[in-house]
């Protein structure tokens, strides 16, 4: 992958609908050689699909909440059971594995501040192994972004 992929890539993450023809102006190509190298990307996997950005809110869940996990014990058993059973969490956007005092960390999506005591009790509680839960609350948003950085020179 080159500079000329990166700008690709950084300008379908600003806008996936825009059209080829758009594209090649945006990254200083012609058309065909940029749909070839659009689907060069698509094939190795980098580019792995397209998706549409949601205003969480006005979908009607509107409280983002950062949970850190710590499991009761580390067997492969029992990280293999919690990640298996937290991937069929829908309301889990993402789940990290983490270095330091908690072992992973989930961003949630849901309603309201009851709609959380439903998913910890419900969707959390029923998952074996779990020693301890620690839940951030997001009141504001300071950057968001998917557009991935220029690599720096």
Request: contains cysteine; aromatic residues 6%; hydrophobic residues 40%.
């Amino acid at each position: 992958m080159d500079g000329k992929d990166q700008r690709i890539i950084r300008a379908l993450q600003r806008d996936g609908r825009m059209t080829n023809q758009d594209l090649a102006a945006k990254v200083n190509l012609s058309p065909s050689p940029c749909l070839r190298r659009v689907k060069m990307l698509e094939q190795s996997g980098i580019i792995k699909g397209y998706s549409v950005d949601i205003d969480t809110e006005a979908y009607g869940l509107g409280v983002t909440v950062f949970v850190r996990v710590s499991l009761a014990d580390h067997t492969d058993s029992t990280v293999k059971q919690f990640e298996k059973d937290i991937e069929r969490v829908d309301q889990v956007m993402e789940c990290y594995v983490m270095t330091g005092a908690s072992d992973y960390l989930l961003r949630v999506v849901v309603a309201d501040l009851a709609d959380y005591e439903k998913f910890v009790r419900r969707k959390l509680h029923p998952i074996g192994g779990i020693a301890s839960l620690d839940s951030s609350f997001v009141y504001g948003v300071v950057k968001k972004t998917n557009v991935l950085p220029a690599l720096i020179d």
